[in-house]
């Protein structure tokens, strides 16, 4: 295999990290949350999707959104107590929510899984001498530079993006200011559930079978990346998502076949350098005062 | 004093022998066709019902494997009762669903045991069952799980005691040997592999099979491998993709199998992929998959050879259960087995089973005939259904047993 399909592979795998980890950032940011649980929007926006595959695209996508966005607005009600609890309170209490909403699907649905097939031509490639881009690849670059525009363009433009940003930098001075945190936590909630919907269309298309455990597998990956890439910030927990994914899908090509299965190892020896070196993540700044979000 | 206390002792000693042998008196008459407790022992004659206790997952993620498995073992058993039950007695199966929690796996198994089950099934992943496993054989009962299909469920895991555990599935050494011994009939002479190391089962499969390809002067020209849900199945795909081979064979399943097999036809490459048991059913193949074979237990798209396998899925079909896969099989074969060694032995102790077991060559069961051995506890040189999938929908093509287990490392 050529270095160059190795790069493509490597850069469809970290924008689909690099779209989950947009999430986990956003709801971070501001509320000092991370949320292990986010991984269970993508499963909802997957069963979603399912639940309407023999319908037109429009309404499968249109369900797929809206699943996730009523998911998120809940899993906002339920956390809305633990603001004012310990970081080990509110971790434990996504975890919670992930293994019930985990437990919830294997009961609807089973364990088996199921196929989706929605927009499954964007697995189709595009061939360039020995190179194949496939599609979905081109849609993902497409999908996650909007996206990240667009989150910046709100945080940047907006009234409620101006709070979300004083109350990532200081939640209680922001609140003595007149922003509403409830409002501004909701918002995030609720960007972070677009780009989670956006990731689950895509990702469908790549791993079309949906089980209970679907996004949470895609979840703990991503965590690791806000991390190395840096929590501080929602750019530089994007950038790491896609270096993990980015690392993870080189290493599986320059391992040997026989040794793919120490994958894993080789890849939180270098999240463990990279920490060493940067301990405020690969992309985090080091000035004290900046802006989270 | 001292008179009245020897007297006292002469008496006690009298009173006691009489009592001793009363008691051997009244055993003898139970030894005589009284009413044994039956509690696994061995030839002993007696019509309390043979209780099998299964342990079993029936609503986490082994229930796709155990539930249409115990299920076609309560049909099975019913249908042995409606013949005259085994050895004259009747059979009984109780089951617990452990939920795959390896306490309660225990805490399921030890009540199974502990309310007279003579022989215990287990779920089918051998970590899962484990506890289950242990808590049968260290009480000297036999313990047989429908469908694992590596070698570790027997003496490779658990030692001396291993003797005790069984597995009606197919061993990965025959299931691999098979595949390699269509792919060769087939004048596919160039392969690739793809091995997928999240559990042995699917590592041991590709292994048999590149061993046997080559004894048979195949070639081997591209080893892929990956772990499921590592994320790295896209380079899996575009590196099989430029493998110039007549077939890719793999063993895997979940998320990674369509992404796979899906990725490869979007692509344009209809390379023949061969793949085992693993690959069963129709719920994951993407749309307008062609070319795709594998082996299994038994057909369930209404095509089996077999009429009493037939008659099995719609008394399935019947209950709501219909089977997703053929591996629901090795349930009703569990029993068909257990019954063999029980007439064989005459009773349910567990060493006189495992035994019987280890002995059985060409025992006739619903899934067809199977094999065992000291080395090979679970099931080899059974017929297995070879199915081809074109566009999406799998069918019957031949039966098949492998010459032999392939040796694998």
């Known amino acids: ?293 | 004093m001292r008179g009245t206390t020897r007297w006292s002792l002469l008496l006690a000693l009298v009173l006691a022998f009489g009592l001793a042998a009363a008691a051997c008196g009244g055993d003898d008459d139970e030894g005589d066709g009284g009413e044994a407790a039956e509690t696994g022992g061995g030839g002993e004659a007696t019509d309390e019902p043979i209780v099998i206790g299964a342990a079993v997952d029936l609503t986490g993620q082994m229930a796709p494997f155990d539930g249409p498995a115990v299920t076609a073992a309560q049909i099975q058993v019913d249908k042995l009762n409606e013949e005259g039950g085994v050895a004259g007695r009747e059979l009984q199966l109780r089951v617990i669903d452990h939920q795959l929690d390896p306490e309660r796996t225990k805490s399921a198994a030890i009540e199974l045991i502990d309310d007279g089950a003579d022989v215990l099934l287990v779920t089918c992943d051998v970590d899962f069952a484990t506890p289950a496993v242990q808590e049968a054989i260290t009480r000297g009962v036999l313990a047989v799980a429908p469908c694992i299909g590596t070698d570790q469920m027997g003496p490779e895991r658990f030692g001396d005691q291993g003797k005790l555990a069984f597995s009606i599935g197919n061993v990965a050494q025959d299931e691999g040997a098979a595949m390699a011994e269509y792919a060769i009939d087939q004048g596919w002479m160039r392969a690739a592999t793809a091995t997928d190391n999240v559990i042995v089962y699917f590592q041991d499969v590709v292994k048999a099979f590149a061993a046997r390809y080559t004894e048979l002067g195949g070639e081997v020209v591209v080893e892929e491998s990956w772990t499921q849900g590592d994320g790295t199945i896209q380079n899996v795909v575009s590196a099989l993709d430029n493998a110039n081979v007549d077939v890719i064979a793999t063993s895997t399943a979940f998320d990674d199998m369509p992404a796979m097999v899906g990725g490869l036809r979007s692509l344009g490459n209809d390379t023949p992929i061969i793949c085992g048991w693993s690959c069963d059913g129709n719920y994951w193949l993407p749309e307008g998959t062609d070319n795709f074979y594998l082996v299994t237990y038994a057909s369930v798209f209404g095509d089996d050879p077999s009429d009493e396998v037939k008659e099995l899925i719609t008394a399935m079909e019947e209950q709501d259960q219909a089977p997703g896969t053929g591996g629901f099989v090795t349930g009703a074969a569990a029993i068909d087995a257990i019954a063999a060694a029980v007439e064989e032995t005459g009773g349910t102790e567990g060493e006189a089973l495992a035994d019987a077991f280890e002995g059985f060559e060409g025992l006739e069961t619903i899934s067809g005939e199977i094999s065992f051995s000291e080395e090979f506890h679970s099931v080899f040189g059974r017929e297995y259904r070879v199915m081809e999938v074109q566009n999406s929908q799998p069918s019957f093509v031949e039966l098949r047993a492998a010459s032999s287990p392939a040796e694998i490392e």
């Open chain 1, 1 to 293: 295999m050529t270095v160059l399909q190795t790069l493509v592979d490597a850069v469809a795998l970290g924008l689909l990290y690099a779209l989950v980890a947009m999430g986990i950032g956003l709801v971070f940011g501001v509320m000092r949350l991370v949320n292990f649980a986010h991984g269970e929007l993508l499963t909802a926006g997957a069963y979603a999707l399912l639940l309407t595959n023999d319908m037109p695209l429009a309404v499968g996508l249109a369900a797929c959104f809206g699943a996730v966005v009523a998911l998120a607005l809940a899993m906002e009600v339920v956390y809305r107590p633990l603001r004012t609890t310990t970081p080990t309170t509110m971790l434990v209490t996504t975890f919670a929510v992930s293994f019930l909403l985990q437990a919830v699907a294997l009961l609807a649905f089973g364990a088996r899984g199921r196929n989706v097939g929605v927009l499954s031509e964007l697995n189709r490639a595009v061939s360039i001498g020995d190179l194949r881009v496939r599609w979905v690849t081109l849609v993902s670059i497409g999908v996650g530079a909007l996206l990240l525009t667009a989150t910046a363009l709100v945080l940047a433009r907006t009234d409620v993006g101006l709070q979300m940003r004083a109350a990532a930098m200081d939640a209680t001075t922001a609140q003595l200011l007149g922003v509403r945190a409830s409002t501004v936590i909701r918002f995030a909630f609720l960007l972070a559930a677009v780009v989670a919907a956006a990731a689950t269309v895509l990702l469908t298309v790549q791993r079309p079978l949906v089980t209970p455990s679907y996004g949470f597998q895609l979840v703990i990956p991503a965590l690791v990346g806000v991390v190395v890439g840096g929590l501080d910030r929602l750019v530089s927990a994007t950038l790491g998502g896609f270096a993990i994914g980015f690392a993870t899908a080189v290493l599986g090509d320059v391992l040997p076949a026989d040794g793919r299965v120490f994958l894993d190892t080789a890849l939180f020896l270098l999240v463990i350098l990279v920490l060493l070196v940067r301990p405020g993540g690969l992309f985090g700044r080091t000035r004290a005062a900046w802006e989270r979000v």
